[in-house]
């Protein structure tokens, strides 16, 4: 990949998040997110890879 299609797709991921970042606050913002406290979604996600491994 040349160096100039290598910045362009940076680009363009870039601005993918912008859009996927923008969309979240909007929902925390407005109530419409499901917000999980962090030790809560750390045990969460403990289980569901614990389970991966049986």
Known sequence: MSPTRRILRNLEIDAAWDEVLDR???????GTAALVDGPDSLA???TELAARHK
Not at 24 to 30: K, P, W
Request: glycine residues 0%; positive net charge.
């Open 44 to 46: 969460q996600i403990r």
């Open 24 to 30: 979240r606050v909007a929902e925390v913002v407005n």
